[in-house]
């Protein structure tokens, strides 16, 4: 009977070390202030990661396929939201305006990953600029949009206030001392600190953690 006892205590003992690590790893794995912060704003309803990037930036031509690991982490496609930055060092800020309402344009056309990609392409494997509204147009009409209809949506309303509220989201963030790209924003409060992680898949799992987390 002693034996027997003593064996279920065995049992028990090395069944709550194998979990306790795990869950101790689980608790401790990211830590406030060391691999996240959280910022001021209002965190959104539903899981969502905001990308505050600029198409002149090559560390963010670089992080596209990076990006597209990321929004496997999400039930949709809107979940994940590209905020194009404007104001970067030595550039035109009206071009980047330009480019700016180019992908509020591409959003409302339904091919923003395309004209993404086209964007990028152009700027860092074609090595080319932008200098009006004119040339930033034409890659559309090159990517079979409609001449018409790709005037009609450029200069609309909803392309206009697309824009100015990403520049208000930069403004924001820019007011905390946050102001490099890519940045990740997930669910309106939480930025992951990349640079206390060792790996990509370390950067998801992250990632992962903060989109299920509350402020």
């Known amino acids: 009977m002693k034996l027997k006892v003593v064996i279920l205590g065995l049992l028990i003992l090395v069944s709550y070390l194998s979990v306790a690590p795990v869950q101790a790893d689980e608790t401790e794995q990211f830590i406030l202030g060391e691999h996240y912060i959280e910022i001021d704003g209002t965190q959104t309803s539903t899981p969502q990661v905001t990308e505050f990037f ?5 560390h963010c ?11 496997t982490l999400l039930d949709q496609p ?28 591409a959003r409302l056309l339904n ?11 152009y700027i860092h494997k074609g090595k080319a600029d932008f200098s009006t509204a004119k040339e930033v147009k034409n890659l559309f009409l090159l990517n079979g949009v409609d001449s018409v209809k790709l005037d009609k949506i450029f200069g609309s309303f909803k392309v206009n206030m697309a824009a100015n509220t990403m520049r208000i989201k930069t403004s924001a963030l820019r007011k905390q001392g946050i102001g490099s790209v890519p940045t990740l924003i997930i669910n309106g409060k939480f930025k992951p600190n990349h640079k206390a992680l060792k790996t990509q898949r ?9 989109l299920t987390k509350t402020a």
């Open 61 to 71: 031509y670089k992080a596209e396929s990076f990006m597209d690991n990321v929004k």
């Open 202 to 210: 370390e950067y998801l799992e992250l990632i992962t953690f903060l």
């Open 54 to 58: 600029s198409f002149y930036c090559p």
């Open 78 to 105: 809107s979940q994940f939201v590209k905020t194009h930055v404007d104001g970067m060092p030595g550039r035109s800020i009206e071009v980047e305006h330009l480019l700016t309402k180019a992908l509020a344009t």
């Open 111 to 121: 091919i923003e990953d395309k004209m993404v990609a086209v964007i990028f392409s």
